[in-house]
């Protein structure tokens, strides 16, 4: 995985795994109806020192597999508006720009790759702060089988085939 702190406070992740998702916006016991996430995975320490350090709200707990690892995770906001995001998913040769609407399937997902551009809104309330990543635009590489990839190539250009 590999980190950009790029102007404007814009997080550039290029190769990153995601956890947590939630692309439907589906309610559960940790997530409000409607509200869309997930959470990029911060491998190592020195990255969330230096993610801290700029001011991005990680989280750590200890791993479910091994209780003296930590697990360290960005978590991330999805608000579909006139600023984005913009999220593609590549499968085979083709790549589809996907909607409010069609999100929702990166949830199921085979991913192999995941590149994407994190923005920062700085807030306060009641004297409290904090910083929410929100997701600007990404691109999901998807791994797919050849029976999908043939289905993929008989498919209308553009259009998702399911």
């Known amino acids: 995985m590999d980190i950009t702190f790029a102007p404007?406070?814009?997080?550039?992740i290029d190769d990153a795994r995601i956890v947590y998702r939630n692309f439907a916006g589906e309610a559960s016991a940790y997530n409000?109806?409607?509200?869309?996430?997930?959470a990029v995975v911060i491998e190592t320490e020195e990255q969330e020192k230096a993610l801290v350090a700029e001011g991005w709200n990680v989280k750590a707990k200890p791993s479910r597999s091994d209780p003296d690892d930590i697990f360290r995770f960005l978590?991330?906001?999805?608000k579909f508006n006139d600023r984005g995001p913009a999220i593609y998913m590549?499968?085979?040769?083709?790549?589809?720009?996907?909607?409010?609407?069609?999100?929702?399937?990166?949830?199921?997902?085979?991913?192999a790759r995941v590149d994407l551009d994190i923005r920062p809104?700085?807030?306060?309330?009641?004297?409290k702060t904090?910083?929410?990543a929100y997701l600007s635009a990404m691109r999901v590489v998807c791994n797919i089988?050849?029976?999908?990839?043939a289905h993929m190539e008989q498919?209308?250009?553009?259009?998702?085939?399911?």
């Not at 809104?121 to 004297?127: A, G, T």
């Not at 089988?145 to 990839?149: D, I």
């Not at 498919?155 to 399911?162: I, V």
């Open 121 to 127: 809104y700085d807030w306060e309330v009641n004297r």
């Open 130 to 132: 904090g910083r929410s």
């Open 75 to 78: 978590p991330v906001k999805i």
């Open 155 to 162: 498919a209308a250009e553009g259009e998702l085939p399911f």
């Open 145 to 149: 089988s050849r029976f999908e990839l």
């Open 32 to 38: 409000r109806e409607g509200d869309r996430n997930f």
């Open 8 to 12: 404007k406070g814009i997080l550039q």
């Open 90 to 111: 590549a499968m085979g040769d083709k790549e589809v720009k996907l909607s409010e609407a069609n999100v929702k399937l990166l949830d199921k997902a085979d991913i």
